[in-house]
């Protein structure tokens, strides 16, 4: 079967760094997204990764290992808006996208 | 006006009851799509319009029911529902089905309860 993997929840300290893995198992590769979710707010779309090595876009970069089956969202210089569930989502060879559970992050001031 | 917006954003229902939620998407996309999110699981693809055809039904109970009239709006008719079904009922949009790069555009969601 197809699988995603995440962490269920992070803590992490406002200010500090902080990085969210994914591990997938998937029938082929077509590339790798990441969104944001606010409490009560629809998913936002972060980033997207087809190719291995690191994106980065101000204080979020992603990486992704294709070998490994593996990528990490890196946040930066977290602020407290940064609480959120953090989606990694893969799309297969038929282009559907496979999604993980999502990773909650709790920021602490 | 928002990329993608949803309508009701809550929405309680008995067992017996009829409803519909509904979709607007002012992106200009050609691919519309229904998700289910329950607490703690994977979003779960429930339908996919391309160009108003009906391309994706990932066996999803007869209560639930599609419709897609253009390609800027979606319904989703609810008939007969179980409690299980109380979930967050996301719609969502992109350019087109299948293209790699093409992320989901979301709306932000009908909080369903059923009772």
């Known amino acids: 079967g197809q699988n995603i993997d995440q962490p269920t929840e992070m803590t992490a300290t406002e200010g500090a760094i902080v990085q969210i893995n994914c591990t997938y198992q998937?029938?082929?590769?077509?590339?790798l997204f990441w969104y944001q979710q606010h409490a009560g707010e629809a998913p936002t779309f972060l980033s997207y990764?087809?190719l291995d090595g690191l994106e980065e876009k101000g204080r979020f970069s992603s990486f992704l290992s294709r070998s490994k089956g593996y990528s990490y969202l890196l946040l930066k210089e977290l602020q407290m808006k940064d609480s959120a569930s953090y989606l990694c989502?893969?799309?297969?060879?038929?282009?559907?996208?496979?999604w993980g559970a999502g990773t909650k992050l709790i920021i602490k001031p | 006006e928002t990329g993608v917006t949803q309508t009701p954003r809550h929405l309680v229902m008995g067992m017996t009851n009829k409803k519909s939620l509904k979709c607007e998407q002012h992106?200009?996309?050609?691919?519309m799509y229904w998700y289910k999110q329950s607490a703690k699981k994977p979003l779960e693809l429930m339908f996919v319009?391309?160009?108003?055809?009906?391309?994706e039904n990932n066996s999803v109970p007869s209560r639930f029911s599609p419709e897609c009239p253009n390609s800027s709006h979606l319904f989703l008719h609810l008939h007969t529902l179980q409690p299980e079904d109380s979930a967050l009922y996301l719609c969502?949009?992109?350019?087109?089905?299948?293209?790699?790069?093409?992320?989901?555009?979301f709306g932000n969601g009908t909080r369903l309860t059923v009772t």
């Open positions: 989502a893969v799309k297969d060879s038929n282009y559907q996208l496979i």
């Open positions: 319009y391309s160009l108003e055809e009906r391309v």
């Open positions: 990764n087809v």
């Open positions: 992106l200009g996309h050609n691919a």
């Open positions: 969502a949009s992109s350019q087109d089905v299948g293209q790699e790069s093409s992320p989901l555009h």
């Open positions: 998937t029938s082929g590769f077509n590339g």
